[in-house]
Nanobody, 114 residues
Framework: QVQLVESGGGLVQAGGSLRLSCAAS????????MAWYRQGPGKQRDLVAS???????NYAEFVKGRFTISRDSAKNMMYLQMDSLKPEDTAVYYC????????WGQGTQVTVSS
């Protein structure tokens, strides 16, 4: 079992920045992938960015150049630095861990005001 806890969400004005954190605990496997997803009001849950244990990253087009994903495997932590935030970035952001199966955190709310 893997437990994920997100933190760092909040209210920010457009153009501002936030840094999300995801703490993983439990049975962590080598070769895993971690990712951030988001779900806006009335919308489906979309991939924002992913990162392998080796550091290979993948970003959704709508965040390229603005968001940066990173992880500290020694601490079982993952981060999402969000810059140049837009009102359309408003969503609940979820951390996902994938190894033998998918695990999800409870989500953290990000609200960007115009």
């Amino acid at each position: 079992q893997v437990q994920l806890v997100e933190s760092g969400g909040g209210l920010v004005q457009a153009g501002g920045s936030l840094r999300l954190s995801c703490a993983a605990s439990g049975t962590i496997f080598i070769g895993d992938v971690m990712a951030w997803y988001r779900q806006g009001p009335g919308k489906q849950r979309d991939l924002v960015a992913s990162i392998t244990r080796g550091g290979r990253t993948n970003y959704a087009e709508f965040v390229k150049g603005r968001f940066t994903i990173s992880r500290d495997s020694a601490k079982n932590m993952m981060y999402l630095q969000m810059d140049s935030l837009k009102p359309e970035d408003t969503a609940v952001y979820y951390c996902k861990y994938t190894s033998l199966r998918d695990y999800w955190g409870q989500g953290t709310q990000v609200t960007v005001s115009s």
